[in-house]
């Protein structure tokens, strides 16, 4: 079959994101658009993956995974995904104690809010979620295999926040993918020719409308419920997955 996987769509818990990116809304729109898996992963927290787990775990059709877009002390965007609930969460718990003692101003920055399956809302977050962590890209790649996940440094193009802007090369670490904006064929900022690792794109949703706009497809003979981490890392590296961008 061929999977359609879109990474990166933030939820009502980033601050940058739309109080309408409940889990609930974010996976009906992702089945509307074609997508069969997707990953919420918004800045800094997974505190909207429980809801999002309970609500995909009886949905045929999709496969959720979950994952958080660490700001690493870098000021290096970086996805760590995973695809069970606890293992997000243990990471959640590690980021959580990294984070500065900055406070986040929702009438300044924007809502950090969290969910139930019924877009009832449970929990704010105080700290201010896209500060940079007090760990280093080399400690969340640790840590994220430590605990099972995959780590994809994210829009590597962007001229902010990227490995390229941030250290000016893409280091010879043991990354899982890059991630290129779905802006990449626009960028300034130079990609190399060759990359030593596969890549993979992604909307960024902040927003419903631009969920789909960009995602990763693939093939993968197999049961959808049953896509791993570990399946995952060993289609990215054995095919070349094709990157649809529709903006």
Do not use: W
Request: with cysteine; hydrophobic share 40%.
């Amino acid at each position: 079959m061929i999977i359609n996987a879109d990474f990166h769509i933030h939820s009502c818990l980033s601050p940058c994101g739309s109080l309408e990116m409940s889990p609930a809304r974010i996976i009906n729109i992702a089945i509307d658009k074609g997508l069969n898996l997707i990953a919420l992963s918004d800045h800094n927290s997974a505190k909207n993956c429980p809801a999002f787990y309970e609500l995909s775990k009886n949905i045929p059709n999709i496969r959720t995974m979950f994952a958080i877009e660490v700001n690493t002390t870098e000021e290096v965007h970086c996805l760590t995904i995973f695809d069970n609930l606890d293992s997000v969460m243990k990471m959640d718990a590690v980021i959580e104690q990294s984070l500065p003692e900055i406070f986040n101003d929702p009438e300044l920055l924007g809502d950090q809010v969290y969910v139930d399956e019924n877009d009832n809302i449970i929990g704010e977050e105080n700290k201010y979620l896209t500060g940079a962590s007090s760990l280093s890209l080399s400690q969340i790649l640790n840590i994220t295999h430590q605990l099972g996940g995959l780590c994809v440094p994210a829009h590597i193009d962007r001229a902010v926040n990227s490995l390229i802007s941030q250290l000016g090369f893409v280091p010879q670490e043991n990354f899982d993918a890059l991630e290129l904006s779905k802006f990449y064929r626009h960028t300034s900022i130079p990609i190399p020719d060759k990359l030593a690792y596969p890549l993979i794109t992604g909307s960024d949703s902040h927003h419903p409308d631009s969920i789909g706009s960009a995602y990763t497809s693939f093939d993968f003979d197999g049961n959808l419920k049953e896509l791993s981490v570990e399946i995952l890392i060993r289609l990215l590296k054995t095919n070349i997955p094709e990157l649809i961008i529709n903006v």
